[in-house]
């Protein structure tokens, strides 16, 4: 392939379209990706992580960088705290991570 323009690539990935998935930048971003299953893996499916652990690795694995709450004075506090996020229980994998959604399908229960 001769000549790829970077950013419409990228748009037609983004909205779903045939995109080449070999640029530079995209490939790249893959091996960001993999490197932050491999970390998210390596500590969630372990079942010893503490929550924010596991929060804070799936934001990094997402794209996230918004800033997580304080952390609260006991672990069920904190749990508290990052209840909105989601619980994510590894192995996973994916290709870029900054498409992923989680999208709950119950309402969380009453604490």
């Not at 983004?14 to 893959?30: C, I, K, N, S, V």
């Not at 893996?41 to 804070?56: D, I, M």
Request: hydrophobic residues 35%; glycine residues 6%.
């Amino acid at each position: 392939m001769s000549s790829v323009d970077a950013a419409e690539n990228r748009r037609r990935m983004l909205a779903g379209e045939l995109y080449y998935a070999f640029t530079p930048d995209l490939t790249a971003d893959r091996r960001r990706c993999k490197a932050a299953c491999f970390e998210f893996n390596a500590h969630s499916t372990g079942g010893e992580a503490p929550r924010r652990k596991l929060v804070e690795l799936w934001k990094k694995l997402v794209r996230d960088d918004t800033a997580l709450p304080p952390v609260a004075p006991t672990p069920e506090e904190d749990g508290i705290l990052l209840q909105d996020y989601p619980w994510v229980d590894g192995p996973i994998k994916v290709d870029y991570g900054f498409n992923v959604k989680c999208v709950p399908n119950y309402p969380h229960p009453t604490l």
